[in-house]
C-alpha cells in the first residue's frame, strides 16, 4: 500500500532538472508533496487533486496521472536550497479532512555547486 | 504564520520509564497527527485526533496513547519506553481547507 518513490536519491549541480515519481498500487485521490531538510521538519510544497492536473510552486511543479495512480514531481534549473528528502504522501479515499496519507519513503536531493 | 510547537527536540530516557511529548498548533485545527520517522522506513503514523477527546489509532498504535483534553494540545504518551520506541517523533495539524499539513520540528527520544 505505501507508495514507491523513485529514485531512492539523486545528485544534481546547481541548474540541472530531476524528476521524483511516486506510485501507488491503489486508486488515488489526491497526492501530496513535501520537503525536508536534514534536523528540520518537513515543509509542504503541494497537493494534486484526482482530476490529473498540474501545479507549480516557482521552479517545482508536479503532475498527477490518476489512471496510472502516479504523480511526479519536476524540479527545473535546481538551486542549492532545493536539497533535501521529497516524500510524496498519497490519500485513497476522499475522506474530506482526515488526511491520514500513506506515505512514499522519500527521494533525497542533493545539489551542489 | 502557523506554528506547530512540540516541547522537547531531545529526550534520553530509560527503559520502563513513562515518556510524553507535548504538541501545541496556535490555528485552530481539528484534526491532528502524531508519527514516528525511522531510516528506510519513513514516516508512519501513530495515533490522530479528529477533536477533542476524539482518538483513532495509526498503523502503528502499540505501545502508545495520546490524550487530546484541548483543542490546542496533543500528547504523545509511551506508558512504559523501549529501545525500540528510539526514534523521532513528528506531530502535525492539517489546515482543513487545503489538507496542508503544519509539522512540528519533532522530539528525537532515545530510549536507553
Known amino acids: 500500500q505505501q507508495p514507491v518513490q523513485s529514485p531512492q536519491a539523486v545528485i544534481l549541480r546547481e541548474g540541472e532538472d530531476a524528476v521524483i515519481n511516486c506510485s501507488s498500487s491503489?486508486?488515488?485521490?489526491?497526492v501530496h508533496w513535501y520537503r525536508q531538510k536534514h534536523g528540520e521538519a518537513p515543509v509542504f510544497l503541494m497537493i494534486l487533486l484526482k482530476g490529473g492536473e498540474q501545479k507549480g510552486h516557482e521552479k517545482i511543479s508536479a503532475s498527477f496521472n490518476e489512471k496510472k495512480q502516479q504523480s511526479s514531481l519536476y524540479l527545473t534549473a535546481s538551486q542549492l536550497s532545493y536539497s533535501g528528502t521529497y516524500f510524496c504522501?498519497?490519500?485513497?479515499?476522499?475522506?474530506?479532512?482526515?488526511?491520514?496519507?500513506?506515505w512514499g519513503l522519500g527521494t533525497s536531493l542533493a545539489v551542489n555547486p | 504564520d502557523v506554528k506547530v510547537t512540540q516541547s522537547s527536540r531531545y529526550l534520553v530516557k530509560r527503559t520502563g520509564e513513562k515518556v510524553f511529548l507535548e504538541c501545541v498548533q496556535d490555528m485552530d485545527h481539528e484534526n491532528m497527527f502524531w508519527y514516528r520517522q525511522d531510516p528506510g522506513l519513513g514516516l508512519r503514523l501513530i495515533y490522530f485526533?479528529?477533536?477533542?477527546?476524539?482518538?483513532e489509532k495509526g498503523d502503528i498504535p502499540e505501545g502508545y496513547s495520546v490524550s487530546r483534553e484541548k483543542k490546542e494540545r496533543f500528547s504523545l504518551i509511551l506508558e512504559s519506553a523501549s529501545t525500540n520506541q528510539t526514534s523521532m517523533y513528528l506531530c502535525?495539524?492539517?489546515?482543513?481547507?487545503?489538507?496542508?499539513?503544519?509539522f512540528g520540528e519533532g522530539s528525537r527520544l532515545t530510549v536507553l
Open positions: 485526533s479528529y477533536d477533542v477527546k476524539m482518538k
Open positions: 491503489k486508486a488515488l485521490y489526491s
Open positions: 502535525a495539524s492539517v489546515f482543513p481547507n487545503t489538507g496542508e499539513l503544519f
Open positions: 504522501g498519497t490519500e485513497s479515499t476522499g475522506a474530506g479532512n482526515n488526511r491520514k496519507l500513506i
